[in-house]
């Protein structure tokens, strides 16, 4: 006779690699970085169990142009199924918000999202319209969290977040910085997350590792596979939440 699973002992396991800042042509030759995101996507397509999702939290690239956006769309191709992406400031400079959206929607395509991932509502948004938009742009970011989380809520769905800024790197009331969400705005959205009860936060953007968490949310930017400014080693980050307990790990990788 079987025993009955009691809900304790189920397991279901979200994988996601979590990946800031490719950055390729950061502080090296554009050819070094490619290699190596080349080598990290050897390494994750030989994952087992294969990650569910690949997310690159922004800044694929160091100087945006259509030659080295088809490369880096190249090194990819072979996780791009679970391939997702947010932009970051290298990928829609706001000297030109408005244009350099279109054209990194023609590039990488929509520079927000949403979908279920073994139940789990996994959420990118555009940190650098949130930032740098204008009233029109900075709402309908903020428009597009909150019909998310309050849908989320609704449903007591667990949510994870993907976007290029962490709302702080070390406080939640910091002053603002460039590495920071601005203080109005980072007190409204870190609102809306408590509310909601989201479950991480994946960054990128700092170069520096970060492991924080705001009321319970697990705040994260790990290795970037270029310059880390905390001399951590080249590499990124395998999240591995279990979507019953609500508990993580976030393993390094090297590359
Ligand atoms: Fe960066
Ligand atoms: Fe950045």
Wanted: glycine share 6%; net charge neutral.
């Amino acid at each position: 006779m079987h025993r009955k699973e009691s809900s304790r002992e189920r397991t279901e396991v979200l994988r996601i690699v979590h990946m800031p800042d490719p950055q390729l042509g950061f502080m090296e030759e554009f050819e070094a970085s490619l290699c190596r995101l080349r080598s990290a996507v050897a390494v994750i397509g030989a994952m087992e169990p294969p990650p569910d999702r690949v997310v690159v939290c922004g800044d694929m690239l160091h100087e945006t142009t259509p030659e080295h956006a088809a490369l880096f769309k190249e090194a990819v191709r072979p996780v791009r199924s679970r391939l997702r992406m947010v932009p970051g400031n290298h990928d829609i400079p706001e000297s030109d918000l408005a244009g350099n959206t279109r054209s990194y929607r023609t590039l990488y395509g929509a520079d927000c999202w949403a979908e279920d991932v073994k139940g789990v509502r996994f959420l990118g948004f555009n940190t650098q319209a949130l930032i740098y938009g204008d009233a029109e742009v900075r709402e309908s970011q903020l428009r597009f969290l909150r019909t998310e989380l309050s849908a989320s809520r609704e449903k007591r769905q667990a949510v994870l977040l993907a976007a290029h800024h962490p709302p702080f790197v070390k406080e939640a009331d910091e002053t603002d910085s460039y590495f920071n969400l601005p203080s109005g705005l980072r007190k409204e959205v870190l609102a809306l997350c408590a509310r909601s009860g989201v479950r991480s936060w994946l960054a990128g953007h700092t170069h520096v590792f970060i492991e924080q968490s705001y009321r319970g949310m697990p705040i994260l930017t790990g290795e970037t596979l270029v310059e880390n400014f905390d001399k951590r080693p080249r590499g990124f980050r395998l999240l591995s939440f279990d979507t019953i307990s609500g508990s993580y790990r976030y393993d390094f990788i090297p590359v």
